[in-house]
């Protein structure tokens, strides 16, 4: 469980900072927390990718202290150091002043800042940015026979273009048979055949191997950093009731990846490798299906999932898309997703396969190609001993148009296109 929330301060000169700390933020407990985001100093620096940390110790210590590393203008790397001495007789200064110092590669002193957080301005928007991170990816399954429960991570690294992918599975047995853990984790190099292996099953309760693990010669090692919150695919009371055969979210929906991943001899050394992590709850897979999600920069994102039930009666249905963009901190569509799903028309094929139709105010047209040589075949199985298989790739190429109504026709409003850097996938039965 993490705490992440947002801060701005300003004067001659801006912080824009994404804080992440371990835990839940007690005021008597010393923390060290991750912090990124942006420092702009007038004829200096505007760097949109500082990292550092921020120490909170309100009580014991009497300070917050912030360091960050960040690029000047001229390319040279410097240092800010600074922290807010904390008085009880003056509580409201003291927490919302910032006197730093900016230092270069020799510590030699650069600047001085005065920064301040704007209580009227900034305070409403730091509340409303705070999240508990880590609830939606906690485990849902209580004991009942016949789930199917599904975390997975995709990225991307954008040194070698490579994409990754690590799957768990937690299957509950409609049979007598205890509930196992399961799952595979694939890499996916440009212009090279992928890698596929599997690790498990291992009778739960066993671990999870989000953050770290092994399957086969392919190993990972993964830190996400940024402020998350999470993206609905389906709807939250779908989520939340388990009414539909199954539900998908995106707790991790935009964020950043350090770290490694080894396979066979070859190491991927991670630094802001852009990437996701979903998590599924239900009675199994569905009768066909197909998922995209795409970092379209800038913390926006488009996650699609449209699929077939296995239920009796649903099976001859097409299939029903959900889409959900997030653009610029907003989700779209801004209602019920299952509402705004009925307004779609999905066309599911390999290579290519298709999602259009209405979004709220805009139309949406997204095709996704899935180059065979770059994608691999994974059989699945359902709780009851069903089969399945997913042909997925992380190199996949999409295009999304967003359009928008101006005096009678529709016209471009956002367009996107990802060659290589997509996730996606097709599931099929025989």
Request: some cysteine.
């Amino acid at each position: 469980m993490r705490t992440t929330f947002s801060e701005v301060m300003a004067g001659n000169g801006r912080l824009a900072l994404d804080v992440e700390m371990p835990g839940v933020l007690h005021p008597f407990v010393d923390v060290v927390a991750n912090a990124s985001g942006r420092v702009e100093m007038p004829g200096l620096a505007d760097d949109p990718a500082a990292t550092g940390t921020v120490e909170i110790a309100p009580v014991t210590r009497r300070r917050i202290r912030y360091r960050l590393d960040f690029t000047a203008l001229d390319g040279r790397r410097l240092h800010l150091d600074g922290w807010k001495s904390i008085r009880f007789l003056r509580p409201l200064w003291t927490m919302t002043t910032l006197p730093a110092t900016v230092t270069d590669a020799s510590g030699a002193v650069v600047a001085e800042l005065s920064l301040r957080f704007d209580i009227r301005r900034e305070l409403w928007a730091m509340l409303r940015s705070f999240r508990l991170v880590g609830e939606h990816l906690r485990p849902k399954w209580k004991g009942r026979r016949g789930r199917l429960e599904v975390w997975y991570t995709t990225l991307t690294d954008p040194e070698s273009g490579t994409g990754f992918w690590v799957h768990h599975e937690l299957v509950a047995p409609t049979s007598g048979e205890p509930a196992f853990l399961h799952g595979w984790a694939a890499v996916f190099p440009p212009g090279e055949t992928p890698v596929l292996a599997r690790f498990g099953p291992e009778r739960h309760p066993a671990p999870l191997k989000l953050a770290a693990g092994e399957a086969g010669d392919v190993s990972w090692d993964l830190q996400p950093r940024g402020a998350e919150r999470t993206l609905f695919t389906f709807p939250r009371w779908a989520w939340l009731t388990g009414l539909l055969p199954a539900a998908q979210i995106v707790p991790r929906p935009a964020v950043r990846f350090q770290g490694r991943i080894r396979c066979g001899k070859r190491e991927f050394a991670l630094e802001n490798a852009p990437g996701a992590t979903a998590h599924i709850y239900g009675h199994g897979n569905a009768q066909r299906w197909a998922w995209l999600h795409a970092d379209l920069g800038d913390g926006d994102v488009a996650e699609v999932v449209a699929a077939v039930s296995t239920r009796p009666g649903m099976r001859r249905l097409p299939p029903l898309p959900f889409v959900r963009l997030r653009l610029g901190g907003r989700d779209l569509p801004a209602g019920d997703p299952l509402l705004g799903a009925l307004r779609l028309h999905a066309e599911l094929d390999l290579p290519t396969w298709r999602v259009r139709g209405r979004l709220g105010q805009y139309t949406v047209d997204i095709e996704v190609t899935q180059p065979p040589e770059a994608t691999v075949a994974v059989d699945y199985q359902d709780p009851d001993g069903s089969p399945a298989v997913c042909h997925n790739t992380e190199r996949a190429t999409a295009h999304i148009v967003l359009r928008r109504r101006e005096g009678g026709a529709w016209i471009p409003h956002r367009e996107w296109h990802l060659g290589g850097t997509a996730h996606a996938e097709v599931g099929t039965r025989d």
